[in-house]
């Protein structure tokens, strides 16, 4: 055989592209399952040139469409060419469509327009429009069906010249002053370019237009350009196919009607799976359970809590008992079941759920930051964020603090803290100058004043307002006056000494519970000092039960030594009335600590409420160091005299010794009777400890009140006279200023309140029940002529009190990342985490689109090959 010549070669080669060329996108595509034969039947084509030329080629060359027809002793049907742009003929057998692989990254190039695409699937993002190009018919139709989406963007990138698109080139202005939507106009912000979808999907070969080719991103003279566009020759014919395909696919005519009709009804089958899926992998997010098992089939035993829910769904429910059946017969293989799908579903769900909370705090402008760290299971530092804002859209306003994510930190230094902060708010997209408040504990990392993360964030941000959480200064206060004295040491030694006895043994524990009725005794709390009160209160209501089961205990225990620590406790401790007595006094000051520290923990505490708690809590002190030692021994003797102890105080040796020449006699001190002492030593001793450590461990609260104190006291704001409320607004303008920026205009606000102290009613101040901060900010939002103040209400209210959201939400870390899921990731645990703690929001979020998307992937299966 005589050998071809190369330009024979090339011309060979040329034709046989051009013929590849041409079957991309061919009417085969809208049916079924293909030839088992159909890379044979490609090869057969492409050989035989002059046939395929003559009957496609010239024929459809307008539209660039080819239709390949196989005779068959089967029905017929199509070849599809999925190939790139460049087609080797010669190596056609080696041809493999792979039907799974996802199509992740598109390519572009802005000086040439060649977007490399791999090849388009089912699962293919068709509003993209750098993939418009590519797109078959079918999915041409898929997308001319469901029309093009458009960015929800609120800032748009600027170019070189500061120049952005905007939301109103959507909008087209007629001459009679009328505007009219354009639907037909998409922007990219992959690209940053705009597009006419009628003309990209339906453009001729030789078009002129920028719009249906590679963009536009000239906006300075978008405008003019839009307006030439709109009213071409060109976009009219396009468009009137846009419009007639679109109608023809709502009212099924199209080619492939019988196909489209099977595809919505797989669609619709796949979303009731769906639908159960989702509900699933929620109810076992909100409630922290377990998804996997140590297998991962249906009706295998330890499949897991996730198989296990579906089921026992599938016992009921027909829709899924045809799912497993399916399953089990192996006639489907993709079954939305695997760890994979659950991974996605939650991280889709927390995706949402997370877009809601950023959502609302970029509506609500100012937040504060809160801020906590605590080690997993697996031994790593975990620092929690949360995120506090005033939702003023929500009837009535509403305080908010929002979990978002647990960090994995390695540098807990404040350096190392705050740079993890400053990073994750910049990923969130939220700009650090509005935050106007941080919340974190004691530890010197956070609250340092100068390498602590309040002093770092105050550097950038000096708005950014640090408030120690009141929670744990009140412990910290209690801790001390616990550690004041011997006395009060000895005193919670021996109330934990009583509940060891018991609790070591199940026996002795039984012992306990055949004399006492009521609550039974507590361990004391390493941390949570407050919570000692459940300690002191189980043993003074039940003082005399306690005392005859040690008794008891020490009669029939065979251990010496237990034996004897139970005879100590039942004839020492609980027969001593300087024991009962002070059971009393730390009743009554825990009581009281424990119901201000519960208060300050809950969720929407202003600081407003956090002052008043807190005075009342000191004024407190004050008159129980004046008459609550003699209201105890009263108690004291109740007590003492039920249980037949004698209501003395024991009497300690005076000691002689020889005084020094210069010595002052200190006759009094020691002339003290044991009452005066104990009330002198130990009961003054606490009490002033307690006045003393409220006061300086509170001080910021004292500042705030000097800052915003005219606000939430309503009495005072209306009281005030010009000079006090100029003065007032004057400094609260200083406070809120960084650089030339201010949030509020004194000399408005100061005219806003002179005309609100007018038209405040008469009960939010003569009444026993004032208005609060958030009262006077609901007024504010009714009367809505006060913008400068309810600026001012709006970021006292952001100011947190306490980081208790942070605690609570170190509880949910505990059961999601227990000691059997220690592997767990940090994006799954993330995930789990704001699913569970924000179960409120996710049942209000819409997912409809979650199962649409998923349904519609898996009923495209069976069709998009």
């Known amino acids: 055989m005589k050998q071809l010549s190369g330009y024979q070669k090339r011309q060979k080669k040329k034709k046989k592209e051009e013929i590849a060329q041409n079957l991309r996108g061919s009417l085969n595509k809208y049916f079924g399952k293909e030839s088992h034969n159909t890379t044979e039947n490609l090869v057969h084509i492409l050989t035989n040139e002059s046939n395929v030329n003559e009957d496609f080629v010239e024929n459809k060359n307008d539209e660039n469409k080819e239709f390949v027809r196989n005779e068959s002793d089967e029905n017929e049907k199509f070849v599809e060419n999925e190939n790139e742009d460049n087609v080797d003929v010669n190596n056609l057998d080696e041809i493999e469509i792979d039907k799974t692989k996802d199509i992740d990254k598109f390519c572009d190039d802005e000086h040439t327009n060649k977007y490399q695409c791999s090849t388009p699937k089912y699962d293919l993002n068709i509003f993209d429009p750098r993939v418009w190009d590519t797109l078959d018919t079918k999915m041409r139709d898929l997308l001319v069906e469901r029309g093009p989406k458009r960015e929800d963007i609120l800032k748009f990138p600027l170019d070189k010249e500061s120049r952005h698109f905007s939301h109103t080139y959507y909008v087209q202005m007629l001459p009679n002053g009328e505007t009219r939507d354009r639907k037909w106009l998409v922007y990219s912000k992959e690209l940053d370019r705009v597009f006419c979808i009628c003309c990209k999907l339906f453009k001729v070969i030789h078009t002129k237009s920028n719009l249906a080719r590679e963009g536009v991103n000239d906006w300075k003279h978008l405008c003019d350009k839009l307006k030439q566009h709109e009213n071409s020759v060109e976009h009219l014919t396009n468009l009137r196919a846009f419009v007639e395909l679109q109608m023809r696919l709502k009212k099924t005519l199209t080619i492939d009607k019988e196909i489209q009709e099977q595809i919505k009804k797989d669609t619709k089958h796949w979303k009731h799976i769906m639908l159960r899926i989702v509900a699933v992998v929620k109810c076992l997010a909100i409630h922290n359970l377990a998804f996997r098992g140590t297998h991962d089939k249906i009706y295998e035993d330890s499949n897991g809590n996730f198989l296990g829910l579906l089921e026992m769904i599938a016992?009921?429910?027909?829709?899924?008992?045809?799912?497993?059946?399916?399953?089990?017969?192996?006639?489907?293989?993709?079954?939305?079941?695997?760890?994979?799908?659950?991974?996605?579903?939650?991280?889709?769900?927390?995706?949402?759920?997370?877009?809601?909370?950023?959502?609302?705090?970029?509506?609500?402008?100012?937040?504060?930051?809160?801020?906590?760290?605590?080690?997993?299971?697996?031994?790593?530092?975990?620092?929690?964020?949360?995120?506090?804002?005033?939702?003023?859209?929500?009837?009535?306003?509403?305080?908010?603090?929002?979990?978002?994510?647990?960090?994995?930190?390695?540098?807990?230094?404040?350096?190392?803290?705050?740079?993890?902060?400053?990073?994750?708010?910049?990923?969130?997209?939220?700009?650090?100058?509005?935050?106007?408040?941080?919340?974190?504990?004691?530890?010197?990392?956070?609250?340092?004043?100068?390498?602590?993360?309040?002093?770092?964030?105050?550097?950038?941000?000096?708005?950014?307002?640090?408030?120690?959480?009141?929670?744990?200064?009140?412990?910290?206060?209690?801790?001390?006056?616990?550690?004041?004295?011997?006395?009060?040491?000895?005193?919670?030694?021996?109330?934990?000494?009583?509940?060891?006895?018991?609790?070591?043994?199940?026996?002795?524990?039984?012992?306990?519970?055949?004399?006492?009725?009521?609550?039974?005794?507590?361990?004391?709390?390493?941390?949570r000092w407050e919570s000692h009160i459940e300690t002191v209160k189980a043993i003074l209501s039940q003082a005399s039960q306690i005392r005859e089961a040690l008794f008891k205990l020490a009669e029939i225990s065979e251990d010496s030594k237990l034996s004897r620590d139970a005879e100590t406790l039942a004839s020492g401790e609980l027969s001593s009335f300087e024991f009962i007595l002070s059971l009393v006094i730390w009743h009554d000051i825990l009581h009281k600590i424990n119901l201000v520290s519960k208060k300050l923990q809950s969720e929407d505490m202003r600081l407003d409420v956090a002052v008043k708690q807190l005075a009342g809590l000191v004024s407190f002190f004050e008159k129980y160091r004046e008459n609550g030692f003699s209201l105890a021994m009263v108690d004291a003797k109740k007590i003492a005299f039920d249980m037949e102890i004698e209501p003395v105080f024991p009497t300690k040796r005076k000691i002689s010794r020889k005084r020094h020449f210069d010595e002052i006699a200190n006759t009094e001190r020691e002339n003290q009777s044991p009452e005066e002492s104990f009330r002198i030593d130990y009961f003054i001793l606490v009490v002033d400890i307690a006045l003393g450590q409220l006061k300086s461990r509170f001080e910021q609260l004292q500042y705030f009140e000097s800052i915003f104190g005219f606000l939430y006291d309503v009495a005072k704001l209306v009281s005030m006279d010009d000079d006090e409320l100029m003065s007032s607004c004057v400094n609260l303008e200083n406070t809120l200023k960084n650089g030339d920026a201010s949030d509020i205009d004194a000399k408005y606000m100061f005219s806003e309140l002179q005309v609100l102290q007018v038209m405040l009613p008469s009960e939010s101040y003569e009444t026993n029940k004032k208005w609060s901060s958030i009262q006077i900010l609901e007024f504010l939002k009714t009367m809505d002529m006060f913008p400068n103040v309810m600026i001012a209400y709006r970021i006292l209210l952001t100011i947190p009190v306490t980081v208790a959201s942070a605690e609570r939400s170190f509880s949910k870390l505990k059961l999601i990342k227990s000691y059997l899921r220690t592997t767990m990731t940090q994006d799954r645990l993330n995930g789990l985490a704001i699913l569970c703690i924000e179960k409120n929001i996710l049942e209000n979020i819409e997912y409809d689109d979650i199962i649409d998307d998923f349904a519609f992937k898996s009923a495209s299966r069976r069709h998009f090959k």
Not at 406 to 424: A, M, R, S
Not at 433 to 457: A, E, F, I, P
Not at 469 to 480: E, F, I, K, P, R
């Open 315 to 527: 016992d009921f429910d027909p829709i899924m008992q045809e799912h497993f059946r399916l399953i089990q017969d192996k006639k489907i293989h993709y079954h939305y079941l695997s760890h994979k799908i659950q991974n996605e579903l939650i991280s889709i769900l927390a995706s949402k759920v997370k877009n809601a909370i950023i959502k609302k705090v970029k509506e609500a402008k100012y937040f504060s930051v809160i801020l906590d760290c605590t080690p997993d299971a697996s031994h790593k530092e975990q620092m929690t964020l949360i995120l506090r804002c005033v939702d003023v859209s929500e009837t009535p306003i509403k305080i908010e603090e929002y979990f978002l994510e647990f960090i994995n930190v390695e540098d807990t230094t404040g350096l190392g803290l705050f740079n993890e902060l400053k990073f994750v708010l910049q990923s969130l997209e939220l700009d650090i100058d509005n935050v106007r408040g941080q919340g974190y504990d004691n530890g010197s990392n956070m609250k340092g004043k100068n390498q602590g993360v309040q002093r770092r964030l105050l550097d950038i941000n000096p708005r950014a307002f640090y408030m120690p959480c009141g929670s744990h200064s009140l412990n910290l206060v209690v801790c001390d006056m616990a550690n004041s004295c011997a006395k009060a040491k000895s005193f919670f030694g021996a109330c934990q000494c009583m509940y060891t006895v018991f609790s070591n043994s199940t026996k002795r524990w039984n012992v306990l519970l055949e004399y006492i009725d009521g609550l039974t005794l507590k361990s004391l709390s390493t941390t």
